[in-house]
């Protein structure tokens, strides 16, 4: 199937310059749209709501997508090539006219499964950088990090319970049917029993 995708922000604006675009290249191409997908939305919409989302998901082995150019895909670069990737990973050719990229089976192509790689990886470990930086400065702001002391000892919603629990054990009931009054999974009350020393 090969599938065109239009996209304007407002409805001040018009899709028939990206529609005239695509139909030229089509011609020169030999290419019959078997389908157009048109909207109007912003591309701060996560893809989700949008129409291009749903067509991402129904794209298979040898689509093509055509788009005039290729920040009609997206709001950003790595949300772009995040949408790159999906294509390349189930083999769509896209081609966005403007800017003259091709994705499919070529070098130019393994070239950027490379630079999404290495962007996703780098991106990782910014993020991992930053949740370490933010760790290192509350500590040395004196904050406490991880479980407060005792938690364990205190589960919050048996520890309302303590009498009755207590009561319940001295009479010989069972921890899952401690469990079963408490609503709550029989290995809670068990850790709880053990921790508290009753």
């Known amino acids: ?31 019959d749209i078997s389908r157009w997908v048109e909207e109007t939305i912003s591309s701060r919409k996560e893809l989700s709501v949008r129409s291009f989302g749903k067509l991402l998901n129904k794209l298979n082995n040898d689509d093509i997508l055509i788009v005039s150019e290729i920040s009609r895909m997206g709001r950003n670069l ?10 390349m990973e189930k083999q769509v050719r896209v081609f966005a006219i403007k800017e003259g990229y091709e994705l499919g089976d070529n070098i130019n192509s393994k070239v950027l499964a490379f630079a999404f ?31 407060p002391r005792g938690s364990k000892k205190s589960n919050p919603i048996l520890a309302i319970h303590t009498n009755f629990i207590k009561e319940q054990i001295a009479s010989g009931v ?14 809670t009350v068990k850790k709880w029993i053990e921790l508290q020393n009753v």
């Open 117 to 147: 790689g290495l962007s996703a990886e780098i991106e990782r470990s910014l993020i991992s950088q930053r949740i370490k930086e933010a760790l290192a400065r509350k500590k040395s702001e004196g904050i406490i990090l991880g479980r």
């Open 78 to 87: 790595m949300q772009i090539m995040s949408i790159l990737n999906q294509c």
């Open 174 to 187: 069972k921890q899952v049917e401690i469990a079963r009054k408490l609503k709550v999974h029989r290995h």
């Open 1 to 31: 199937m090969i599938y065109a995708y239009l996209r304007v922000s407002t409805d001040k604006q018009t899709v028939e310059n990206q529609r005239f675009e695509i139909l030229k290249f089509a011609q020169q191409r030999n290419l």
